[in-house]
């Protein structure tokens, strides 16, 4: 007689963090290549967070004006071109995004280093050190 094969139950995983997802904390990720779109979403949900992902900085500014995310984490350049600097500008305009805490991820921060410190936002560079994001983003909502 073959063993009987029974599916155990396995109780879910949880992340240390997972107190954020009771917090409702929303984050609106922006980036043009799909790939790193799912790099950063994938982080983030593993760390509790709602991420909402736009490929565009237009798309970006509308959705933020719609939901007021709690962060926006943005890439710079897009297609080659600084466009996430015009979005920070367009953020920091608008009375209802102007206080929302904005990280720009890229490999050019040091290229734009004079304009990302005037418009106050914080780097988190592209490659081995983007888990450094997690505790940005927990230090600007106040977790740490």
């Known amino acids: ?11 879910p995983l949880l992340c240390p963090s997972d107190s954020n997802r009771m917090n409702g904390e929303r984050i609106l990720v922006v980036d043009h290549d799909p790939d790193h779109v799912d790099i950063l979403s994938t982080l983030l949900r593993h760390h509790g967070y709602e991420v909402v992902a736009r490929t565009a900085p237009d ?7 719609r939901i007021r995310p709690d962060a926006v984490v943005t890439a710079l350049h897009f297609n080659g ?3 996430g600097l015009a979005l920070i500008d367009r953020l ?17 921060t040091d290229i734009h280093e004079n304009q990302l410190r ?3 936002v914080h780097c988190v560079p592209k490659g081995p050190d983007l888990p450094l994001l997690i ?4 230090d600007l909502l106040g977790k740490d």
């Open 1 to 11: 007689m073959a063993p009987s094969r029974r599916r155990m139950r396995q109780a």
């Open 92 to 108: 920091r305009a608008d009375s209802g995004t102007a206080a929302i805490p904005i990280v720009v991820v890229s490999s050019f």
């Open 81 to 83: 071109v600084p466009l």
């Open 118 to 120: 005037a418009r106050s």
């Open 135 to 138: 505790p940005v983003l927990r």
């Open 59 to 65: 798309a970006a500014f509308a959705t933020a004006t």
